[in-house]
């Protein structure tokens, strides 16, 4: 069989945004690197134009174990519409598609444009359900809402949520305790602004704002930021000098951080990546201290997201990818989603389109946001998951006043071991356990047998 020596075998991926290139496409990989196949069969990923993509995807993409050709949004459109192959890239005549994220459409035209079978990965989303010959889902209501979208109940598998095999921390425990700033009796939060730019430049200065609010509330309160691995270094400097407008926001200073040393992740001025100030997949930890313009402390850290996670005893994350990950962990959160900007919230299709055009874009956009909004039950993943509000979720009009009571009133009732370790033990169980990469990947393989033997006949 070709793909088991002479890497004539062909296994092409879509993705696209932080969440799906973390959260789905990664352990996926690793899984094939652990396997041996990323030797045997060429791995191509492709990065359709999305709008919650962050802009550095392909950057990172790169970095990861196994990929031979990365295909950014342009390169994408080349080959689509243009025939252009991208640089690298000499499909053979055996192969499969593998949908992890984005716009279905693209992972069947690259399918049709290859005459390969295609996959997907999906929370039950179908689209020409029958034009793929496997749909992967995490959970069982993912496979009953696939079928509803018309999907062939003997293609759906349900394999689990491939996000719980990307959480892999870095330190030991040991180490994880220098990850706050100096020991206190109150709580350690951690703040997740989100991966694309305008969030950050949003939520870091108004998460700086619940940090002073919490400081002076709570005593003894530890602060802790992640930054995303998708962020550059000068959007965390332009979010703490220049904040975007519509939310309260302070101003902070970034510095190197004493800690820093003792991690061991090298000198903090200039451990951010490669010169391009973006991130590669698995860069070494990148740690600063943040002093807000009223003298709170925070540590600003880049590549320690899940150590941080097990570390804090709460988190202020935006809703996606985060509070899965954090509710897989057993960390209590409390979920934001301002909405006085609602006009800047990515979203698919044509209604992204809408806020390209001037003075009616926007305002269409807001309107439909909001909503979509009103008819959302819940934007948390446990909650999602749970159907009821596992833990608390603020929208609409979040003041930073109402962040820091809500998280005050989450510690209030952490205080008590037996009631951490039961919410802890909710959030855990409703994320369920590792192991979905294995299970796409055994997907992939028996597909590639499949056409062995086709072949054969």
Known sequence: ????????????????????????????????????????????????????????????????????????????????????????????????????????????????????????????????????????????????????????????????????????????????????????????????????????RHLAPFFLRVADLLSRWVAGARFALSVSPFARLEQLQQALTHPLSGLEATTGKLRPCPEAARLGSGNPEGAWGPASGSLSAQPAPSLWEIETAAGTRLLAAQGLQYDLMLQADLAITLPGTNTLELSALGCPMVVVLPLQRPEEIPLEGPAGLLRRIPWLGPAVVRRGVQKMSRRLRFAAWPNRLAQEEVVPELRGEVTADRVAQAACDLWRDLEDPAAREALSRRLRSLAGKPGAAGRVVDELWQLARDQEEADSR
């Open 1 to 200: 069989m070709n793909c088991d020596g002479n890497r004539g075998f062909d296994l092409v991926l879509t993705a696209n945004s932080p969440g799906e290139v973390a959260g789905w496409l990664r352990p996926v990989l690793a899984e094939l690197e652990r396997r041996g196949l990323s030797q045997r069969w060429r791995i191509s990923v492709f990065l359709p134009p999305c709008p919650f993509a962050a802009g550095t995807e392909a950057e990172v993409v790169r970095q990861l174990p196994g990929v031979s050709m990365v295909a950014g949004p342009r390169a994408y459109l080349g080959y689509m519409l243009g025939g252009r192959k991208p640089p690298g890239f000499t499909p053979g005549r055996r192969g499969l598609v593998l949908f992890l994220g984005g716009d279905l459409l693209h992972a069947w035209l690259l399918s049709r444009r290859l005459g390969y079978p295609a996959l997907a990965y999906t929370e039950g989303r179908a689209w020409r359900p029958r034009s793929f010959r496997r749909w992967l889902v995490p959970y069982a209501w993912a496979r009953e809402k696939a079928i509803q979208r018309g999907a062939p109940p003997s293609s759906l598998r349900v394999v689990g949520n491939l996000m719980l095999d990307a959480l892999h921390p870095r330190l030991d425990p040991a180490a994880r305790q220098a990850l706050f700033p100096a020991p206190g009796s109150g709580p350690k939060v951690l703040f997740l602004p989100g991966s694309r730019p305008a969030e950050m």
